[in-house]
Nanobody, 120 residues
Framework: QVQLVESGGGLVQPGGSLRLSCAASGSIFSINAMGWYRQAPGKERELVAR???????NYADSVKGRFIISRDNGKNTVYLQMNSLKPEDTAVYYC??????????????WGQGTLVTVSS
């Protein structure tokens, strides 16, 4: 079993910043890509940012230049630094990780989601 636990969501004013964290635990041998997705009310889940085990990143056009994804491989943790937040960034943010378990199974693991609300 693999668990992803997110933290750092909350209410922030437009223009503000938040940092999300997601820690993976369980029967982990290695973690390939890690990423953040979000789902706003009435919309489909979308990719926000993704980072490979080697550190290569890609971002949704809507967050480029404002969000930064990073990871600490030693802690099996991925972060999302969100700056210059806009009301349209309001959504539930989900952590994702492609995990190779100690049983040599590849799992697509998801966190429970953390709510980010950008509002004055």
């Amino acid at each position: 079993q693999v668990q992803l636990v997110e933290s750092g969501g909350g209410l922030v004013q437009p223009g503000g910043s938040l940092r999300l964290s997601c820690a993976a635990s369980g029967s982990i041998f290695s973690i390939n890509a890690m990423g953040w997705y979000r789902q706003a009310p009435g919309k489909e889940r979308e990719l926000v940012a993704r980072i490979t085990s080697g550190g290569s990143t890609n971002y949704a056009d809507s967050v480029k230049g404002r969000f930064i994804i990073s990871r600490d491989n030693g802690k099996n943790t991925v972060y999302l630094q969100m700056n210059s937040l806009k009301p349209e960034d309001t959504a539930v943010y989900y952590c994702n990780a492609v995990v190779v378990t100690v049983e040599w199974k590849t799992l697509d693991a998801w966190g429970q989601g953390t709510l980010v609300t950008v509002s004055s």
